[in-house]
């Protein structure tokens, strides 16, 4: 693979070329989400959120996505369940999210102790950092709960997880990855797209269906 004069200067400064990788690709992850957000109509645990749980994924598993998928799975019904247990108990909002996210570490060290159990070799040895970024969805899912309710955080938890999984796959796009290490300047285009978006005053895709009674009668 050739690599730009730039990427080779920020390797032999002592940088990994993934991590050079990952760098770059942020930018590209973060107006795939925007794009999401304005033009589909997707709103997701913002735009933070949905950008890291696109790299844990990618560090769970990097051949698939049944692992990762299944850690975000796990977390977000113990976090439910765990937030139904605690309502009886009245706890201010902190200790509740500190419980919330201790039984959800232990369920999730539970799973990854199954997992070596079983000989799933690829969730047993998965790297702490995805996981702790796992575990912190719960407390998004938690307040998203409080504030606007189970349906609504479940709505957000299934969105923030669908543009997650484009973003899986836009980064794992071999095609993608050797044109951004051969010109990393095409970066740039992703301002252009995001000053497009910020300037956006059109139906996103979602209303056009919410809407599509109302438009027939127009």
């Known amino acids: 693979m050739l690599y730009h004069?730039?990427?080779i200067f920020f390797i032999e400064q002592g940088v990994p070329v993934q991590t050079v990788l990952l760098l770059l690709m942020l930018p590209v992850v973060a107006t795939l989400v925007?794009?999401?957000r304005q033009v589909v109509g997707i709103k997701a645990f913002g735009i933070y959120t949905p950008s890291l749980i696109t790299f844990a994924l990618l560090a769970f598993d990097p051949n698939g996505l049944k692992y990762g998928i299944t850690i975000f799975v796990s977390v977000i019904l113990v976090g439910m369940v765990t937030r139904f247990i605690l309502n009886r108990f009245?706890?201010?909002y902190l200790p509740r999210v500190a419980i919330t996210l201790s039984i959800v570490s232990l369920t999730i060290l539970l799973i990854l102790v199954t997992g070596g159990m079983y000989q799933r070799t690829g969730l047993a040895s998965v790297s702490i950092f995805p996981l702790l970024i796992m575990i912190t969805l719960a407390e998004k899912f938690v307040a998203t709960?409080?504030?606007k309710g189970s349906r609504a955080a479940f709505i957000l938890a299934a969105e923030t997880l669908v543009i997650s999984i484009v973003g899986y796959f836009l980064v794992s796009w071999q095609t993608l990855t050797?044109?951004?290490?051969?010109?990393?300047?095409?970066i740039l285009f992703t301002f252009v797209i995001n000053f497009s978006l910020g300037k956006w005053t059109g139906l996103r895709i979602t209303e056009y269906f919410r809407f599509r009674k109302i438009a027939r009668h127009l």
Not at 178 to 186: C, D
């Open 90 to 92: 009245r706890l201010l």
């Open 145 to 147: 709960q409080i504030e």
């Open 34 to 36: 925007a794009f999401f």
């Open 178 to 186: 050797v044109l951004i290490l051969e010109y990393p300047w095409i």
């Open 5 to 7: 004069p730039l990427v």
